[in-house]
């Protein structure tokens, strides 16, 4: 098997940071994939020449996966290069990475990772924390799995090249949303009552009847999503609307 | 710290999913902080303070669509010749310069706009503005977890543990 390098993995994950940057509604991350994959196009392609230019013509087209993923991805297409796997494969391989990338990113992070941390890192400034502790322990957790998925991921890719798909499917990594849900579902638990309390203190209420009513309204929120998504934002406007207008005057 | 904790539960269910067009929420995060930093406190400032991001977090998501577009004839802009290794990055980064820009601008204006708001706010509605953020908080916590967790299990495991949270929390009141 080829060898990467720790200089060319390293780069590779810090080009992986800026695979988003040019996103567009035509290629998506394709210019992004381009970028990250250029060192080792490189140096496969000395003569930066028309070989070069094709190279980077063949990445640059519509490619998407989730951005902590993508360096299964770009890892996996950079050995495919290194082992001159022909152009209509690459292709067939790009688009069947995409959606399990996506799908798998979107789930464990957006819908399961960043929800734990940021209410987990809210329940300890709840607890009497520092702000500056929950934000660190916040920033802390998150990147913990970010920069961990982007390794693990450069690791899988290069090791399986073209079949990591497969190998994805086969992953821990795969069962870890579901696996995750009801550590969500007992931070989220968690974090209301205080924060009813906290939030509704000027209520003049006790403290169980601003409990049980949060937690109606948390009952309400899961029963109707799309609604009480909606009633929630625009009671927010309407309210600071009716506050502003309010000026000066003391209820 | 409370109006980000306020921004994060209401935005937590707006998941930047693909080509979705999902809230912008830093700089409307950083904005919003300073209208409640240079104002007084309090609930009724918090309210104003929370609608005031998630306002400019829309209008932020509105920028980035903008950009994406202004970045498909950047990168993606139907040349039939590649681009060559320079180029591509050339364009590549110069997309990232913009978007930094834009953010950075766009902040800075929201910013500017808050600072010119506080001064002009005396707003004392505390059990109106306490009842709203209760009525918020409540309903998106639960549309955050429906968004992401459907099983009856998950929703067993959110209302025990927010029972035993809650005796706790009444008892150490």
């Known amino acids: 098997m080829a060898v990467l390098g720790r200089g060319k993995a390293i780069g590779l994950v810090l080009r992986s940071l800026l695979v988003q940057g040019s996103w567009n509604y035509r290629t998506m991350q394709g210019a992004g994939l381009g970028y990250a994959l250029l060192p080792v196009l490189r140096s496969l392609h000395r003569d930066a020449g028309a070989s070069l230019k094709e190279a980077l013509s063949r990445h640059s087209g519509f ?33 069947a990475i995409v959606s399990p990338l996506g799908t798998l990113g979107d789930r464990l992070v957006w819908a399961r990772w960043r929800p734990i941390c940021a209410l987990a890192a809210l329940w300890l400034f709840l607890a009497g924390a520092a702000w500056w502790v929950a934000v660190a322990a916040f920033l802390l957790l998150y990147n913990a799995l ?74 309400v929120g899961i029963w109707r999503p799309a609604v009480a998504g909606r009633l929630a934002v625009l009671g927010l406007l309407v309210g600071s609307l009716v506050l502003v207008a309010l000026g000066h005057s003391v209820w | 710290m409370w ?23 830093g700089p409307a995060s950083v904005a919003a902080v300073s209208l409640m930093a240079a104002g007084p406190g309090g609930p009724s400032l918090l309210v104003i303070a929370g609608a005031y991001g998630v ?41 990232l310069g913009l978007d930094f820009a834009r953010a950075a601008l766009f902040t800075l204006a929201a910013v500017a706009v808050a600072g010119r708001v506080v001064p002009d706010l005396q707003v004392d509605a505390g059990a109106f503005a306490a009842v709203l953020l209760l009525v918020v908080a409540g309903l998106a916590l639960g549309v955050d977890l429906r968004m992401m ?6 929703w067993l495991a959110f209302a025990a543990s927010a029972v035993v949270s809650g005796l706790i929390t009444v008892w150490l009141f």
């Open chain 1, 63 to 95: 490619f998407n996966s989730h951005p902590y993923l993508s360096t299964v991805a770009i890892a996996a297409l950079a050995r495919m290069e290194l082992e001159s796997i022909d152009a209509v494969q690459i292709e067939r391989f790009k688009v």
């Open chain 2, 149 to 154: 967790a459907r099983s009856r299990r998950t």
């Open chain 1, 146 to 219: 970010n920069l961990g998925l982007r390794i693990w991921g450069l690791r899988l890719g290069w090791r399986e090249g073209l079949e990591v798909g497969g190998a994805l499917l086969g992953s821990p990594l795969r069962r870890l949303p579901d696996r995750l849900t009801i550590p969500l579902a007992v931070v989220s638990g968690g974090v209301l009552p205080p924060l009813a309390l906290e939030l509704g203190s000027s209520t003049g209420a006790g403290p169980l009847s601003t409990i049980a009513v949060a937690l109606a309204l948390a009952a």
């Open chain 2, 3 to 25: 109006v980000g904790a306020l921004l994060e539960i209401v935005s937590l269910s707006q998941l930047p999913i693909g080509a979705a067009r999902s809230w912008e929420t």
């Open chain 2, 55 to 95: 306002a400019l977090a829309w209008i932020g998501g509105w920028t980035v669509h903008g950009l994406r577009h202004l970045n498909s004839r950047l990168v993606a802009g139907g040349r039939r010749e590649a681009y060559s290794a320079l180029e591509l990055s050339l364009r590549h980064l110069l997309a």
